[in-house]
């Protein structure tokens, strides 16, 4: 589906060259001190050079420059699956809830955990990010010595790291694409 969409913007991008360089034409033609010259080959040319793609493998125009339509349309749809896929992994490879604490730890809010199950499960959460090195101790407590101390702050045994917020920003820019 990925590739009916890009050969559908890739027709309209076609066509709506075509269409500005046949107005063009038939401007600098229909102007009276205008005779066919240089500019209006090129404005022909350049409305049927979208549609020579399927026809040609390349064009090379006179002074080294040139096109390769089917190799550069084969690495642009390889590039888009590998973007699709690097921003998937990139928005699932946290949890839910470790993504949630994380960004606790990026933000000036205190992380309290009291003697719940949302306690375990910001423990395990915390030692999953302490392994990914989003964060990082400051201390060598142990986390699990403070469950049931209300009112406690986790983030006065980590704190988020460099990585930790380059994630963050990586997930926020792939999240508004």
Do not use: C
């Amino acid at each position: 589906m990925a590739s009916t969409s890009a050969g559908k913007q890739r027709k309209i991008a076609a066509v709506a060259m075509s269409v500005a360089g046949l107005a063009l034409l038939i401007w600098h033609l229909v102007d009276p001190g205008r005779r066919v010259d240089g500019w209006s080959v090129a404005l022909f040319v350049l409305v049927f050079l979208p549609w020579l793609g399927p026809v040609f493998e390349s064009i090379t125009f006179p002074g080294g420059g040139g096109v390769k339509y089917q190799q550069l349309e084969a690495k642009l749809e390889l590039q888009e699956q590998e973007i699709k896929s690097l921003q998937f992994l990139v928005a699932n490879f946290l949890t839910g809830d470790e993504t949630k604490y994380l960004r606790i730890f990026a933000s000036s809010d205190p992380f309290t955990f009291g003697h719940d199950d949302d306690s375990r499960i910001a423990f395990q959460a915390v030692e999953r990010l302490k392994h990914l090195g989003f964060v990082a101790g400051k201390t060598d407590l142990n986390p699990a010595a403070l469950v049931g101390s209300d009112g406690n702050d986790l983030k006065i045994m980590f704190e988020i790291t460099d990585l930790g917020l380059e994630y963050l920003k990586l997930r926020d820019n792939t999240s508004s694409s």
